[in-house]
């Protein structure tokens, strides 16, 4: 077995490799930027009052001034402020040429064309300087960015109607055993329905993900290769028949296939059966069976693969943990009413319920101590 940050840097140098695209601003979210984005322009692009008030020389603001117009935004006021003058201005509103101050409403005093203030703003200004936010030729963010909601907001403020990304990767999802059968079926003794497969192309419609699905083989070589053989897919996930048993045929089938085995076990539980295997551009990532191990490492594993970052937190404990064992362990949690952490009550690995309840994974690394209440934990976060 290796470890999971050892099965981590394999995953990374062996990423499948994908072209690049360009997509609407509106479609971007959850892609990851195949280049470098650069601001077209300062932001603002000019110096605008951030409060409605009036724009005067801060030489004369202690003195009456005659208010000679006003800017609002979407309407400058296009001539320069002289000694003496002061200009209306509301929220957003261009800074008037010739002034360097705006005195809050809520201090002016107004008569007529005049204005004075009854106090200045000692300690605040309220001017947003042009290119206080972002300055022309300036990275925005760098190539491999995940977009996300408040990156849209950056990219449609430096006017980008489109955004060039990396081409997600193709993925197959492949499912193996003789006892499976598929959701809606009349099941006999011994059979169970096929969980993983809806789940799993849910989860990565929800990573914004279309799956292929090579659906259900048995547990038969030639089966699972039939189903391989002619797959272009960038990335296949195979889930099951992935163990050393007489009927655990899946690696096996991708090695006739010409696929070369990178690792075969991960020190992790759940999931010690995790495998990864290479063709060319190619890439198999092989899950256990049981549904809590394909759900833990497809966050652990796959999302990595695909250049999908995880979103790790440090957690407070609500209740003890004991020593861990010699395998890096990922217990499924939910967070307490207080927002600290607490493992579910039921981690075997064949129980689904429990996921519908999780909401982060505690890690705990090969070997750690016992912690206790109020201890600090590694985590990596379920919600979106």
Known sequence: MISVDEALTLLASNRPVTSTETVPLERALGRCLSQDIIAAFDHPAFSVSIMDGYACRKADAKNSLTVIGESRAGTCFDRTIEAGQAVRVFTGAVL??????????????????????TELSEYVTYIRSAGADFQKDQTL??????I???????????????????????????????ELNIVGSHLKRGQIIDANGPAM?????????????????KDDPKDIRSRIENCRADVIVPIGGASVGDYDFMRQAFVQEGFKSIFEKVAIKPGKPTWFAT??????LGLAG??????????????PLLG????????????????????????????????HVEPLGVQDSGMVTPLAAAECLIRRRVKAPSAQIGDSVEGLSLLS
């Open 308 to 339: 999908l970052k995880n979103q790790t937190r440090t957690y407070t404990l609500a209740v003890n943990l004991p020593p861990n064992s010699k395998r890096e362990t990922y217990l499924r949690a939910r967070l307490t009413q207080a927002g």
């Open 148 to 178: 996300s909601p408040s990156t849209i907001l950056s990219l449609a403020s430096n006017n980008m109607p489109t955004v060039p990304v990396t081409r997600r990767p193709t993925i197959a999802i492949l499912r193996s055993g003789d």
């Open 279 to 284: 063709r060319g551009d190619q890439c198999v």
């Open 96 to 117: 008037p040429e010739g002034a360097d101050w705006v005195e809050i409403q809520e201090h002016a005093k107004r008569s007529g064309e005049t204005v004075s203030f």
């Open 201 to 217: 192309i849910a989860l990565l419609k929800s990573w914004g993900i279309d799956a292929i699905d090579l659906g259900i083989t």
């Open 141 to 146: 963010f760098p190539a491999g960015h995940q």
């Open 290 to 303: 049981n549904p809590a191990s394909a759900w833990v490492c497809a966050h652990i594993f796959l999302r």
